[in-house]
């Protein structure tokens, strides 16, 4: 049986974060000492160790929820599980996407400074006025 600092050093999960996740469902309520200290078992070490990995892999708590309440049902199909990881996986190609967008933008601002006086800065006036910059770089293209 783990404390609950033990089983936050082994599976590298804040105190708070355990007790969130008990809060809301995702780790059972533990089981208590006579002082009234949490106790855990290597079930729950492997769970917590589930959750920290999915949320690793940039998985919502809904996502994890779904993929812990299926993989309590070893009969089932792994479909499921294949579409949530589906799911996580075109949500991470538009966050990349969204990313490489932002670093096109910068580089460009960057690439259209000329360093000279900071009333003539091309970066903070695409700062000040988004929209105008990005039609003044339409209009250039």
Do not use: N
């Amino acid at each position: 049986m783990y404390a609950i600092g033990t089983l936050a050093k082994r599976t590298g999960t804040k105190v708070q974060t355990i007790r969130y996740y008990e809060q809301i469902g995702l780790m059972p309520e533990p089981g208590r000492t006579g002082g009234g200290q949490r106790r855990y078992g290597d079930a729950d070490l492997d769970r917590l160790a589930f959750i920290r990995h999915s949320r690793q892999l940039g998985f919502p708590l809904d996502a994890i929820r779904e993929l812990l309440d299926l993989s309590d049902s070893p009969g089932r199909s792994c479909g499921e599980v294949d579409a949530i990881a589906r799911r996580q996986l075109r949500e991470v190609e538009a966050r990349l996407a969204r990313l490489e967008a932002l670093r096109k933008e910068l580089r460009r601002m960057i690439g259209e400074c000329r360093a000279d006086r900071i009333a003539d800065c091309r970066i903070l006036r695409v700062l000040r006025d988004h929209g105008e910059c990005l039609a003044d770089h339409d209009a250039e293209a």
